[in-house]
């Protein structure tokens, strides 16, 4: 069983920064993924940016330079540093992680969501 506890959410101005954080917890043998997506109110969830345990990153269309996620693997953490925010930022803000557990199976986890709200 692997947890994902996400913190950093809340209401900001435009033209504001927020980081958000991710720890995983658990039976974690190895993390090969660790990423966040966003789910506004309507709209499907899409992928905001992840990174490998190799450091290779991958974001969204809509990030355009202004966000950018880092990883401490020693502490299977992620952060996702969002600059230049916008109002269409506003959305629920979920970490997901990939990797093999103790026993060697596959975990796929999500963490609860953390809201974003990016508001004047």
């Known amino acids: 069983q692997v947890q994902l506890v996400e913190s950093g959410g809340g209401k900001v101005q435009p033209g504001a920064s927020l980081r958000l954080s991710c720890a995983a917890s658990?039976?974690?043998?190895?993390?090969?993924?660790m990423g966040w997506y966003r789910q506004a109110p309507g709209k499907q969830r899409e992928l905001v940016a992840a990174i490998t345990n190799g450091g290779s990153t991958n974001y969204g269309d809509f990030v355009k330079g202004r966000f950018a996620i880092s990883r401490d693997g020693a502490k299977n953490t992620v952060f996702l540093q969002m600059n230049s925010l916008k109002p269409e930022d506003t959305a629920v803000y979920y970490c997901?992680?990939?990797?093999?557990?103790?026993?060697?199976?596959?975990?796929?986890?999500w963490g609860q969501g953390t809201q974003v709200t990016v508001s004047s």
């Open positions: 997901n992680a990939a990797g093999k557990v103790w026993t060697g199976q596959r975990f796929g986890s």
């Open positions: 658990g039976s974690i043998n190895s993390i090969a993924t």
